[in-house]
Structure formats: structure tokens, C-alpha cells
């Protein structure tokens, strides 16, 4: 199914199961598949980035892209494939890619975050990203990983099941990626440039879309909406992700109820629901059963934020809209004048559904995918993680609470950007002058976090990480903070999943929460929201050498520092460390 395509955009293919498991290769026209030594295959793709211009709300811009496409394209593979990925750059800007939840086992000169696992691609420069799909399925995506450019640089990873496994659900009919995303008419650099450059917020985005398109509910825009074409009678799974930059995301289709069978590729204890939340970085795989009838009606298919920052923030609706066929020889009015039901999303800052539906995530937790949750712990964190701010430079005043600069930052530390990259710094023993490995385990100033603030919110600066030992049981609980006020943070780590074991709200109680902590089922993410007030408890195993990013996935406050990294070491054996980097690294 092609959805109203415009110049720039690619065309949204609505994908049989015949055409993924028999087709790969003709759908992503790859010049070869080669066999791999873990008898997956190596899939080769070409991603040049390139300017492209393309109108949305009846705006014309050029948009730095992938191939020309936004969203840009699909990544599909088998479990157990390896994936090269030459990135060729034309544009001025610097650029890195990242492959957003994929393990990097041993692979961690792919992960792609600028300054943390290599420098960024410069203008005529190409790079060459070479990893494995391992131990996963489901649905992930890739992203820029440098300023903002993951704006308009994203798009899906469908990863399969290896082949003759088959789901552990029923299956379906067709396959549906919908990729969310986040439009400004501005220049998404400028927004931050300017917003790091007054201290203050940025400016908000102008559109939610869907597949790249707003949808009616926006001005000049009717055109530019995303149309998904249905049978009755049919299951359909729809592979959700959030590329928004700044914002959780509500996800309802009018009279219909989902079924939720996959968070962040991996297999969950399947519910049904008639709302989604996702955060920027989390994606689900949910199942869609049509009525048995043609229903003389359309449906739309809507996404609107769930916010509980102070700050101002994009309060309006993105839709699409899910049309029936009509069965052959049926009489009745055209698709246009059939009447077009809403859905009712929750209120914009209803915490209590979030709450409930966050609880619903379960791992299967069987003997085909266990939930290898640590038992033990053997390095325990604290984590606060908050909104503070710095001084204005050059005695100016700035557009924070104040007049001061707006900053974030874990245990009262706001991320520097190293001017080299990380994991390279610590490869080749080069880290004096770079980074520390005194990242302080738990706060250094402790308060109650989610009462009364402290009367100084000044957070420092620096580029210090956590060292751990391979294969170290880890816990690591995220407290949000109240310095500037309470609010949800999208939590996203590089290179592991974690369970969530434990969350509440309030101030965690290490003498009492971990009573409640759940060690059979927890759910395995590599996204997770921080509820607002309150804690989220995580556990993993640091069975992956090398430096790893961990951070808000709002990225207005990892621009202001919300971020931090894991340096963890090498193992004994040789499948325990981390081999030299590829010949084409770029250099800073």
C-alpha cells in the first residue's frame, strides 16, 4: 500500500509476510546476499546523505536526508544477520548514524554517537557501519546521533525472526511500519542553536507526523496523510516507533483495540489496550484485528503528546487514517463521504494511565526467551536526574528561570562533549585531558529529591564515566529530581537491554522498594520513561566492552547534559573483547 506520495518522500509499504520472508532482497533491491559464518546474511546498504526539499504545512525546506527519503529506509533483516551500511556524506553538516537498540555485541564502532563510539562523518567523507543482528526481533530504528539532526534522519529496522521460526503469536496478514516523527518549518539546528545560545527552551515544534506526513487535523495538509487500506476479517501488525524528538507519544485508532506482542524487539506476555504510550526511542510491535465487516466507515488513526514538563511544548494531534476495502460488487457512498470516527485520547497530562499502562509490560519469561534477569547485583547506582541550571556567561542575562542558563544533568553532572571520541581515547590508552572515570555512583549533594527544591540548582560539568568489569550484575534506579520541577524522562542505553525491575513515585527507599522488585518477568526495554516524581530500577549484565552512551531521549536535554557513558572493560577470553577499530573510522 503506497500512501499519497509527494517529492521527498518514500513510498509506506504495507508489507505481506509472503513479500518479507520470500522477498527481502527484490523489496530492498540489494546488489547481493552473501552467506555469513553464523548462516544468517550479510546485507549491504547504501546511505548517502543529501540534501532534499520537501514541502509540509505548506512549507518548502530542504531537509538533510537519507537517499532523498523521509522517512528515510527501511533496514530488514533476519535474526542472526550481519548488516554493512556505507554512509556517504554530501551535506555540511557533520553527520553519525545510530542503530537505536541494536546490542553492538562486540561491535561498538558502530554504535555511532558523536564523541562517545567515533568522530562524526565530515562533508565528502564515507564511513562504513558493520555490525550483526543478535539475539533479537521485533522492531527497532536508526537514527542521527549528532545535534538534531535525527529530526529528519531516521527510519525503521524490522528485524525477523530467523528463518523457519515463527512468531509466538498468531500470524499476521500484512506487516505495517508507522514511524512517528516531529516537523518544524524552521531549520531543527537553528531551534538549538539558538536555544543553547539564550539559555532558555527552544522553540517548539509545528507538527507531529505519521510516515512523514501530518494528516488532516493540520492546515494545508489534508493531502499529506498517511492512509492505511485494510480487509475485513484480517490481522495486521503494525510495527510502532517514536522518532519524535521531544516528546512521549499517546497512539489510539478510532473503535478499534490493539493487542501489544513486542516492546523494543524483544517478546512480551501479550495485552490488549486501546491506547499506547511510547517515548522518543521505544517501539512496539501490536497487533491489529479488523471487524469482520466492512464497517461503511474510516477511522482515524491519532498521536498527541503526554507532557508534564513546565516548559511550553507541541500540544496538537498528528493522524492518519485507516480505510476498509470494499468487498467485491458492494454498494455504497465513496470512501470520502463515509463518516470518519476519532479516536479519545487521554489527557495530555494523565501520569495515572501512563502508570497503569507501563505496568502491563511483562517478558515471556519461557524456555524459548527467558528473561535472564541478574539475581544478584554486584555494582549498585543512584542515578538523580534533573533539570538545574548554569551561570549566564560573560555576566548576560539568559532566558532560564532567573536569568540564568538551563542545564541537566545525572548526580549534579552535566555532560561535556569530549573533543574526541570516547571509546577511541580508551582503546588506545590516550584519556588524560579527555575523560574521568570518577562519574559518581550515587548523588553527591543528597536532598529530597521530589520535595521542596534546594536553594541551589547550579549543576557542574565534566566528561567522567563508570567503570565496570565485564560481565558486572549492574542495578542502576533513576531518581527524578524536583530542582526546576518533576518531570518524565525517556531513558534510552546504548548497547544492552535492562529489565525493569522495580518504579514508583516519590523518593526511592532502598531498605524497602526492592521487597516489591519483580526478578520472574520484568519487562527487557533499551528505552524506558522515568515517571515524573518519581524512580525507575534497572538491572543488566555488562557483557559488552566498550564505552556506551546513556541518556534522556528528549533531546533538548541531552543537549543541555542529560547524558552519561559506561566504560565497561574487556573480558579474558577473545570473545570477550573488543576488536581494533575498522581502517575508515573518521577522525575528529
Given amino acids: 500500500m503506497v500512501a499519497s506520495p509527494i517529492p521527498g518522500s518514500p513510498p509506506i509499504f504495507c508489507l505481506s509476510i509472503r513479500a518479507l520472508l520470500l522477498g527481502l532482497g527484490v523489496f530492498l533491491q540489494l546488489p547481493g546476499l552473501v552467506l555469513a559464518k553464523n548462516t544468517g546474511i550479510t546485507r549491504h546498504y547504501t546511505f548517502e546523505i543529501k540534501l532534499q526539499k520537501i514541502t509540509r504545512l505548506c512549507h518548502t525546506k530542504s531537509i538533510v536526508s537519507v537517499n532523498g527519503m523521509l522517512p528515510g529506509p527501511p533496514i530488514i533483516v533476519r535474526e542472526g544477520d ?12 557533520n553527520v553519525t548514524l545510530h542503530w537505536h537498540g541494536i546490542r553492538q555485541l562486540l561491535s561498538g564502532w558502530a554504535d555511532g554517537p558523536a564523541y562517545v563510539t567515533q568522530c562524526p562523518i565530515q562533508n565528502g567523507q564515507t564511513y562504513v557501519y558493520n555490525f550483526t543482528i543478535t539475539g533479537q526481533r521485533g522492531t527497532l530504528f536508526w537514527h542521527a546521533h549528532i545535534s538534531w539532526l535525527r529530526s529528519t534522519l531516521y527510519g525503521p529496522i524490522i528485524i525477523l525472526p530467523k528463518r523457519n521460526v515463527s512468531y509466538p503469536f498468531a500470524k499476521p496478514y500484512k506487516e505495517v511500519p508507522i514511524i512517528f516523527g516531529e516537523w518544524w518549518n524552521s531549520d531543527p539546528e537553528d531551534v538549538i542553536s539558538q536555544a543553547l545560545q539564550t539559555g532558555g527552551g527552544p522553540n517548539i515544534s509545528d507538527a507531529y507526523t505519521i510516515n512523514g506526513f501530518p494528516g488532516p487535523l ?7 496523510t498517511f492512509k492505511l487500506k485494510v480487509k475485513a476479517g484480517k490481522t495486521y501488525l503494525l510495527r510502532l516507533i517514536n522518532a519524535a524528538v521531544n516528546d512521549d507519544l499517546f497512539f489510539s485508532i478510532a ?29 512496539a510491535n501490536v497487533l491489529l484485528k479488523t471487524k469482520s465487516y466492512y464497517p461503511n466507515a474510516s477511522f482515524l488513526m491519532a498521536a498527541r503528546p503526554y507532557a508534564t514538563g513546565l516548559a511550553p511544548f507541541d500540544g496538537s494531534t498528528t493522524a492518519g487514517i485507516l480505510e476498509y476495502k470494499k468487498p467485491y460488487n458492494y454498494s455504497s457512498v465513496s470512501i470520502k463521504q463515509l463518516p ?30 527467558p528473561a535472564n534477569v541478574p539475581q544478584t547485583v554486584g555494582k549498585r547506582l543512584l542515578f538523580t536526574i534533573g533539570i538545574g541550571s548554569s551561570p549566564c556567561p560573560g555576566n548576560n542575562t539568559c532566558q532560564g528561570p532567573n536569568g540564568i542558563k538551563l542545564a541537566a544533568a545525572i548526580n549534579n553532572v552535566s555532560f561535556t562533549m569530549p573533543i574526541t ?8 590508552g590516550r584519556s588524560n585531558g579527555i575523560y574521568t ?41 533513576l531518581q527524578d529530581t524536583n530542582l526546576l520541577g518533576v518531570e518524565s524522562h525517556p531513558f534510552h542505553l546504548h548497547g544492552f537491554n535492562f529489565f525493569v525491575v522495580g518504579q514508583g513515585f516519590g523518593n526511592y527507599d532502598p531498605n524497602k522498594d526492592p521487597a516489591n522488585f519483580n526478578l520472574v518477568d520484568p519487562v527487557e526495554r533499551n528505552t524506558v520513561g522515568v515517571p515524573p516524581g518519581g524512580w525507575m530500577a534497572l538491572r543488566f549484565f555488562a557483557d559488552n566492552p566498550g564505552v556506551w552512551l546513556m541518556h534522556c531521549h528528549f533531546d533538548i536535554h541531552t543537549s543541555w547534559g542529560l547524558r552519561m557513558a559506561w566504560l565497561v572493560l574487556n573480558g579474558e577470553t577473545p570473545n570477550q573483547k573488543l576488536p581494533p577499530p575498522p581502517f575508515d573510522l573518521p577522525k575528529c
Avoid at 82 to 93: A, G, L, T
Avoid at 272 to 282: C, E, H, K
Fill in 82 to 93: 550481519r548488516v554493512i551500511v556505507k554512509v556517504v556524506n554530501h551535506v555540511q553538516n
Fill in 218 to 224: 493540520y492546515n494545508c495538509s489534508t493531502k499529506d
Fill in 255 to 283: 473503535d478499534h483495540t490493539l493487542t501489544v506482542v513486542d516492546a523494543d524487539a524483544v517478546y512480551i506476555k501479550p495485552f490488549s489496550t486501546a491506547t499506547l504510550l511510547l517515548t522518543p526511542g521505544q517501539t
Fill in 340 to 369: 470518519l470516527f476519532k479516536p479519545t485520547l487521554p489527557a495530555i497530562n494523565d501520569t495515572s494511565f501512563v502508570t497503569n499502562f507501563t505496568k502491563k509490560f511483562h517478558s515471556l519469561a519461557n524456555s524459548q526467551y
Fill in 421 to 428: 571520541a570516547l571509546l577511541e581515547a580508551h582503546f588506545f
Fill in 437 to 477: 572515570a570518577d562519574f559518581p555512583t550515587n548523588p553527591p549533594f543528597p536532598f529530597n529529591y521530589t520535595g521542596s527544591p534546594p536553594n541551589n540548582t547550579m549543576v557542574n560539568n565534566g566528561t567522567k564515566l563508570v567503570v565496570l568489569p565485564f560481565n558486572t550484575s549492574v542495578e542502576v534506579v
